[in-house]
């Protein structure tokens, strides 16, 4: 059975993203601890168009909402939460053409 994951379009709040990935990681091993933290399996995600204000997560789904507390621990704001990595870049784009916040899609 694959693992089901999720796609967090957060906001960008350092201009180095594997800083702020790693600091995000920190913080959630700081929580929940290391083991669950590999269970969580946070990753940034590459995209191939630029994202200035913005980027996505990726996580295992059974730690979906630990991390989501996580975030909002931080002060990440969060724009968008998708199954699949598709469905959330049609939402970007949509949010381009659109010039709209991720609440109003």
């Known amino acids: 059975m694959r693992v089901k994951r999720r796609y967090i379009l957060v906001e960008r709040m350092n201009n180095d993203i594997d800083?702020?990935?790693?600091?995000?990681r920190e913080a959630y091993k700081s929580i929940y601890g290391s083991d669950d933290l590999i269970r969580a399996d946070i990753r940034g995600v590459k995209v191939r168009y630029r994202l200035d204000t913005r980027i996505i997560i990726r996580c295992n789904l059974v730690?979906?909402?630990?991390l989501m507390r996580v975030l909002d621990d931080m002060g990440v704001r969060t724009y968008l939460t998708s199954g699949t990595l598709k469905s959330i870049k049609e939402q970007l784009l949509l949010m381009a053409e659109e010039n709209i916040d991720g609440d109003d899609v």
């Open 63 to 66: 730690c979906y909402k630990n």
């Open 19 to 24: 800083a702020q990935i790693r600091s995000i």
